[in-house]
């Protein structure tokens, strides 16, 4: 009984555009409210909007000839048109105070390239860190390939015109050659690397400094403190941050093989002494490595960045992953913990730990114990011209004598109350705050910052290296602490402060925002975590402190002894699970084979991860291999391995503390597993009289609770 539906839409589309689209401009799509007004309203105009949307669904459903085809399309632009140019006119207006985008951009580009990238190799595409050397350095250079990249994002949004996206290109290509020519050097070192997975030496170790324009090494193994788990920890971090926004700078699968054993070059640095982030080691410049917490909390940063990370981006697949043990970064966790804000043995605190505590590591998760390591720095380190390094530092003072490189222990309170201070850790400060949307706190250590920049020929403001009290000041430095002017001494800028300065400034005018230099999420470590509570009954149940405890039988005889005398329903075996889920089971031995193959590369001559030790962690969870899902009993239960893991007794217990282990580490997606195989020799099953306390800890299982777990 209805009328012919094309008669209609025809009326209808005649309707919508001699009516609502009669006053539409051609060039911007938006509709004045009047004919004598040109005064397009966002209500009036988002109405119109969906009108005509409502008729482009009409004519979708019917679109079969040449003209209904055109007709959708042109509703459908035009609608697009005018939410499009609705929203450009918002966009115009989210910020009125802060100054024009585009004049502001040119700026911070000019900044860069004048002094941050002033000295780039053009072939290479490494930065030296003074005019006066070929010497780059890998953590000066990956800071400022992480400054070269927070320019390019905040380009990125506002690249319209040909000039900007010529200039994010450009910016790209810079990241992306720096970053890729620091792994080229790392790389022709990959039989150092190999060597230090078994021998954790110095002499072993990967060099941190290179030539900038033929990236070979600048310095033999024994003559620098090479050893520096930070700097190349920073550099994993760096690469995973940029991977996660888009950029590729790992291209083929040696690359990825030499990323993978990176990883383990680093996964025992919560054991290993090294020389730190100043390069020297022991305070006294003795030249003895000792375990610092800078090194660490940046090494745990980079293992939990890169772990199930694709570095080929959305083009990957499963061989372009690189994969972490859990326990490795746990072990990181636990060191620092005790440690912090302890620096090491001979520094009692750091600055340096500010870049571990907050940008760009975020390494703890504990605010309290952020908050305790902050205070500390502030109480011990601050001055007027940012922080001292660390307590009673000589390095460019003024009653240094650089000729000599070590000092004798009680040469040192020469340097006290006299050290240089540094104004790079008033920027980590004021990342810090702007991450935190601290208003107060970031306006006055931006100040501080512009009080202490220096203006270079073409106005543009350079960061020194540090500030020292001059000789013939010291004396009276040194009577009253902080009561003398400073003038500024080594590097300028200084590569390192002045690409943090630049980061810094872009978050403070806008152009970036925190979340869009952490794409990985690394900020959200001390954000307090929902539990995930659900409801049974009339009972309320914690879900973020539950796991699954799964009890397998040897084999059907030990089934139907724990089946009968120890109460246990539904019990498996081994052949059993696999018969209905299609799941191995194997000792955790075997997994740590699988990681033996992982990063294995013939053409470099690198052989995968050495050790043997894998942790409660790594067992607590299903791997997918191949075609296969598999899981792993914890490496305690192997009693091939040790023969303590023969008395059943020592057993439970191990699992008692491993439930709680567990409980208070696991952060993973999902609950973790822990598997209990159940062997003939854990007793006698033609015997009615069975182990006591392998009864008492079953019965504990079935109840649900354990070991306040």
Known sequence: SSPE???NLDYYHSLVLKTVLARQNDITGLIPSTPSSDHAYIRDNTYAAMCTWALALAFKKVAEEDQDRARLRDLEGRTIKCMRSLLACMMRQADKSSPEPRKNLDYYHSLVLKTVLARQNDITGLIPSTPSSDHAYIRDNTYAAMCTWALALAFKKVAEEDQDRARLRDLEGRTIKCMRSLLACMMRQADKVERFKHTRQPLDALHC?????????????????????????????????????????????????FVQ???????????????????????????????NSTSIGMTKAALEALSELDLYGSSGGCR?????????????????????????????????LLAVIGYPAFAVD???LVASTRNCIDSMLQGRYGYRRFLRDGYRTAVEDPNRLYYEPWELRQFENIECEWPLFLCYQLLDAQFADSDERADRFARLLDRLALLNSDGLPQMPESYSVPGHLVAAERAAPGSQDRHPVGALP?????????????????FLRPQEIDPIGRRLGLEAKPDLVVQKGRNLIDEAIQFQVVVVAEDAKIRRTLETQF???????????YKETKIRVFPAKVLSHFYRHLGKCHQLGLSGRQSSEVGILATSKLYIVGQRTVAFTPQFLDHHSFYLSLDLDFLLDMLRTDVAFLRRTWSAVGRPLFIIPVYHWYFNADSSEQAPSLYTTIKKLQSGYINGT
């Open 5 to 7: 539906p094309r008669k």
């Open 209 to 257: 400094k290179f030539s900038a324009s033929s990236l070979s090494p600048v310095t033999g193994d024994s003559n620098y403190g090479h050893l520096q788990f930070d700097a190349v920890a920073l550099y994993l971090l760096a690469l995973a941050q940029m991977t996660a926004s888009g950029l590729v700078l790992v291209y083929t699968a040696e690359e990825t093989a």
């Open 261 to 291: 054993n990176l990883v383990f070059y680093l996964d025992a640095a919560y054991m290993t002494c090294d020389y730190g982030v100043w390069e020297r080691g022991d305070k006294t410049n003795n030249g003895q490595p000792e375990l």
């Open 320 to 352: 372009s992953f690189i994969h972490v043990m859990a326990d490795d970064s746990q072990n990181c966790a636990a060191v620092l913990d005790t440690m912090l804000p302890r620096e090491s043995c001979s520094k009692e605190t750091d600055a340096g």
């Open 366 to 368: 504990r605010e309290e």
């Open 494 to 510: 200084h590569l390192w402060t002045q690409s943090l300065y630049v980061i810094c400034q872009l978050l403070r005018d806008k």
């Open 567 to 577: 109460g246990l329903k539904q019990v498996q075996d081994f052949a059993e699970m």
